[in-house]
């Protein structure tokens, strides 16, 4: 085996810069089934806006969020719905990740109630798809997000990671 040089070089620190906000409306959810890994639920979109300095526009109704609630209250969110651009560009979103938090902020937030975010962790990773020519750079980005519930919405910022 070769004996490894030197390198003067480090990996890129990562850094993170806002894409944009988005409020997503929800319907109520639909309890789906209790299954061996918890509680089965549909919540469907039903529309919204998102807002950037590089991209806004709507977020289309007809996608949905498949959720699993886990015995100790956190919820594995698995959402797939559509956007479409102010200038009319199509980007497919799909959205993995985590609402979790201390027993009794999570009763509150399956109850309804407005719960401060700084309460509970609410992260996700999306993936998008496009074809739009002017955003086919969101094919190639890693990106995070970090969420809070509303009562029939969620607030979720996006954020490239650099």
């Not at 390198?7 to 789906?32: C, M, S």
């Not at 969420?147 to 607030?155: E, F, P």
């Amino acid at each position: 085996m070769e004996k490894e040089e030197a390198i003067e070089f480090q990996p890129a620190k990562p850094a993170f810069e806002l894409l944009f906000r988005a409020t997503v409306n929800l319907a109520a959810a639909t309890h789906i089934s209790k299954v061996p890994l918890g509680e089965r639920m549909f919540i469907p979109i039903t529309g919204g806006l998102f807002k950037g300095e590089k991209l806004s526009g709507e977020v289309l109704s007809g996608g949905g969020d498949w959720q699993l609630i886990r015995p100790d209250g956190s919820t594995i969110l698995h959402a797939r719905y559509t956007i479409r651009t102010n200038d009319n560009a199509f980007i497919y979103i799909e959205n993995k990740g985590i609402r979790a938090g201390k027993p009794d902020v999570l009763a509150q937030l399956a109850r309804g109630d407005i719960v401060d975010p700084a309460k509970y962790y609410f992260r996700t990773v999306p993936q998008f798809e496009t074809g739009a020519p002017q955003y086919v750079w969101l094919n190639n980005i890693i990106a995070v997000c970090s969420g809070m519930r509303l009562i029939n919405a969620v607030i979720i910022d996006f954020y490239s990671v650099i």
